[in-house]
Each structure stands twice: as structure tokens, then as C-alpha cells.
């Protein structure tokens, strides 16, 4: 089965940074979509951005400017940046990956998450 590992999450204070890598191991063909999502207690679960095969992101408005996503394809990691965190900031990070497993099989992973906390 493909993994999805996050890591980097942590205890940060209003207006510091973070940087969370999410790595995709197992089989597969290639990584095709890889996205961000957030889910704080109490909260649905939202999209935070994601980055395509070719490199093009998106991002919520909630983010934008604030957050930017990128990804090795030769690690098979994608990445978020994170500068001026905010309090509403901390949730739970998913790394949510669309994975090409063979000439007609695309399956969607989620990794188990890293917590974020923002607070002073």
C-alpha cells in the first residue's frame, strides 16, 4: 500500500513559520495531484491548497499570501511553507495525494496528520 508520512508540525507563536513535508513511499507509477488539508476541533475539514503534476498551485483564501506549497518530484515530498501563522492556523495537516498505480488506477492516500499549533 502507498504511505503518506508528514512530518514538521510542532508549537509555533503568532506570526512564526513552519514547514511541513509530506513524503509518498510504495509503489506507484508517479504522484499525480498533491494537496493540503486542515482540520481544527470542532471544524469541517478544509482544502488549504494543493499543487498539480506540473507544478500549478491553489490556495485558500484563508492562506493566500501567507502559505506556499511546492513539491520534489524526485523525493516524491511536497511541502508546505508557512510564515505569519495566525491562532485560527492550528488544526490538524493532511497531505492528501492522488497516486497513478497503473495504466487505468488512480487512487487518492491521506497521511495521518501533523498537529500545528499557533499560540502564545
Known amino acids: 500500500q502507498v504511505q503518506l508520512v508528514e512530518s514538521g508540525g510542532g508549537l509555533v507563536q503568532p506570526g512564526g513559520s513552519l514547514r511541513l513535508s509530506c513524503a509518498v513511499s510504495?509503489?506507484?507509477?508517479?504522484?499525480?495531484?498533491m494537496n493540503w488539508y486542515r482540520q481544527a476541533p470542532g471544524k469541517q475539514r478544509e482544502l488549504v491548497g494543493g499543487?498539480?503534476?506540473?507544478?500549478?498551485?491553489n490556495y485558500a483564501d484563508s492562506v493566500k499570501g501567507r502559505f506556499t506549497i511546492s513539491r520534489d518530484n524526485d523525493k516524491n515530498t511536497v511541502y508546505l511553507e508557512m510564515n505569519s501563522l495566525k491562532p485560527e492556523d492550528t488544526a490538524v495537516y493532511l497531505c492528501?495525494?492522488?497516486?497513478?498505480?497503473?495504466?487505468?488506477?488512480?487512487?487518492?492516500?491521506w497521511g495521518h496528520g501533523t498537529k500545528v499549533t499557533v499560540s502564545s
Open positions: 510504495g509503489r506507484f507509477l508517479s504522484v499525480d495531484t
Open positions: 499543487i498539480s503534476s506540473g507544478g500549478s498551485t
Open positions: 492528501n495525494v492522488y497516486v497513478l498505480r497503473g495504466w487505468n488506477r488512480r487512487d487518492v492516500y
